[in-house]
């Protein structure tokens, strides 16, 4: 069984950092893609950023594009979120979740971290 534990949230400035883990645990990962999404309230939820575990292709949505940064360390079976020049728009709940390879859709998810990004 799949699981993805999220942590790292928080409160921060605008303009500040957070790094958020995901651990993930439950079989080998090397053929999935990871990512993180986020809801903020109201709010649909929105892809962030991928990346592949096999060779870490990485691909983000325009807004976090250059700010943050996906990751991955095989060792520690623990994909990373660094957030940059954090702005009061990245508020939300950020998920991690999992994809098969060779599906189309994300079907492992965590809980949830909690950044808040104060003006």
């Known amino acids: 069984q799949v699981q993805l534990v999220e942590s790292g949230g928080g409160l921060v400035q605008a303009g500040g950092s957070l790094r958020l883990s995901c651990a993930a645990s439950?079989?080998?990962?090397?053929?999935?893609?990871m990512g993180w999404f986020r809801q903020a309230p109201g709010k649909e939820r929105e892809f962030v950023a991928r990346?592949?575990?096999?060779?870490?292709?990485?691909y983000y949505t325009n807004s976090v594009e250059g700010r943050f940064t996906i990751s991955r360390d095989g060792a520690k079976n623990t994909v990373y979120l660094q957030m940059n020049a954090l702005k009061p728009e990245d508020t939300a709940r950020y998920y991690c979740?999992?994809?098969?390879?060779?599906?189309?859709?994300?079907?492992?998810w965590g809980q949830g971290t909690q950044v808040t990004v104060s003006s």
């Open positions: 979740a999992a994809r098969a390879g060779g599906t189309f859709k994300f079907n492992y």
């Open positions: 439950g079989r080998t990962f090397s053929d999935y893609t």
């Open positions: 990346i592949m575990w096999s060779g870490g292709s990485t």
